[in-house]
């Protein structure tokens, strides 16, 4: 079974930093794209950012310059460093994969269990 399993959560105050991690492990083949998304309470998940194999990377505007994230292919992980944290970056955060199981004929997505940031004071 593929497994993507998160860690890093938890509480934060405003202006401080936190670093958010997601390994995948099982039977995997190869892993496309990797990323970061988050949903707030009454709120639609949205995208964070994204990460190609080769490091191409994409941000949403309101965490450009502020968020950080990276890959290891080696360990199958990729990261999330959170600097500068505002209130409104509370939200459960989801990593997630484009991948490939061995012995499939496709990719498809799986996600994280999601883990809770929260940003107060």
Known sequence: QVQLVESGGGLVQP???LGLSCAASGNIFMINIMGWYR?????QRE???TITVGGITNYADSVKGRFTISRDNAKKTVYLQMNSLKPEDTAVYYC???LIPRGALGSRHYWGQGTQVTVSS
């Open 39 to 43: 949903q707030a309470p009454g709120k």
């Open 96 to 98: 997630d994969a484009d």
């Open 15 to 17: 202006g401080g930093s």
């Open 47 to 49: 995208l964070v950012a």
